[in-house]
């Protein structure tokens, strides 16, 4: 089965601070696929990141940074600078490698920036 | 441009009525998508079509009927609401054929369905 966990609910920081929002997954594939969106407060699910099972490589885009660490299971997303824009959900994502697939999501960390 | 459009944005209804929410993608993918994401945020795959064809049927109730005429478009038919569907509708769609290949999904801007 497929599974996502992001244990944080809710992080609240202040502006310049950086931030890490954690995620784990869990499944039996061998080819897999891991993402993040973002869902601003205007409602609308913005893609973020890719990432395949084969490819371990951290990735740097901008202010944000990527974690993906097969060992543990964890694909972590780190904000740095961190700026009150970035306040969302974030969501971490597991995709299949199989006809039809979807998505599993884990159940978001609210990020709240204060000025 | 606007990749993948749903109508309407909102929608409020009483119990028991029957609606739809509709989805249009011209991108030219081949794989369309709803989610349902509750008031905890939580999103979880409803159904999936590639090419018109259904792929993809979650646990759903049979409430819910999706219908693609077309592959740019998916409609989502809901037959005697309940309290219980008030929820965000989110449709996607991905280039996905055959295999996902770990394509980015692209995703609508919601429905809101409010019960009453």
């Known amino acids: 089965a497929q599974k996502v966990t992001q244990a944080q609910t809710e992080i609240s920081v202040v502006e310049k601070e950086d931030v890490t929002l954690d995620c784990v997954y869990e499944?039996?594939?061998?080819?897999?696929?891991l993402f993040w969106y973002k869902q601003p407060p205007s409602g609308e699910l913005v893609f973020l990141i890719r990432r395949n099972s084969f490819d371990e490589q951290n990735e740097i885009s901008g202010r944000y940074s990527w974690n993906f660490q097969k060992s543990t299971s964890s694909f972590n997303f780190t904000i740095t600078a961190s700026q009150v824009v970035d306040s969302a959900v974030y969501f971490c994502?597991?995709?299949?490698?199989?006809?039809?697939?979807?998505?599993?999501f884990g159940e978001g960390t609210q990020l709240t920036v204060n000025p | 441009d606007t990749a993948v459009s749903q109508t309407p944005k909102y929608l409020v209804t009483q119990m028991g009525n029957d609606k739809s929410i509709k989805c249009e993608q011209n991108l030219g993918h081949d794989t369309m998508y709803w989610y349902k994401q509750d008031s905890k945020k939580f999103l979880k795959i409803m159904f999936s079509y590639n090419n018109k064809e259904l792929i993809i049927n979650e646990t759903v109730p049979n409430r819910f009927s999706p219908k693609s005429p077309d592959k740019a478009h998916l409609n989502l038919h809901i037959n005697s609401l309940e309290l219980g569907d008030s929820a965000v509708y989110f449709c996607?769609?991905?280039?996905?054929?055959?295999?996902?290949?770990?394509?980015?999904?692209?995703f609508g801007p919601g429905t809101r369905l409010t019960v009453l």
């Open positions: 996607a769609s991905s280039p996905s054929r055959d295999t996902f290949f770990g394509d980015e999904q692209f």
């Open positions: 499944t039996r594939d061998t080819t897999y696929y």
């Open positions: 994502a597991l995709g299949r490698e199989t006809s039809g697939s979807r998505l599993t």
